[in-house]
């Protein structure tokens, strides 16, 4: 069973460090349309809950945009955590079939 994710789109002009502050990972969705890519912002909770369930480039994530009625299979491509203190953020996920 695919692990479901909800995220938003990013709001435009959003400062990453501000989203993090107020409880958000920023995001991005890569190869849902060739070279096009969205970002995101995704509920920290919601991500530390992934990462103990999910492997990147390996398990299957049920993406799910909302305001972008968009919804897909996806895997985690990337996670940049900090080298220190060890909090996610930004990670990256990868369309792996069509909508």
């Known amino acids: 069973m695919a692990i479901q994710v909800e995220s938003q789109k990013r709001p435009e002009g ?7 502050r107020s409880g958000l990972i920023p995001a ?3 190869g849902h349309k060739g070279a096009e ?5 995704v509920d ?7 990462l103990k369930q999910a492997a990147v480039n390996k ?5 799910n945009i909302p305001e972008l009625e968009w919804n897909g299979k996806t ?3 990337e996670v ?6 060890g909090f996610i953020y930004h990670v990256s996920f990868f369309a792996t079939s069509p909508d």
């Open 14 to 20: 959003s400062k990453p460090n501000a989203l993090r």
């Open 37 to 41: 890519s969205i970002s995101l912002v």
């Open 28 to 30: 991005n969705l890569y």
């Open 75 to 77: 895997v985690l491509r």
């Open 59 to 63: 398990t299957e994530i049920e993406l």
């Open 80 to 85: 940049q955590s900090h080298p220190a203190k």
């Open 44 to 50: 920290a909770k919601t991500i530390e809950r992934l």
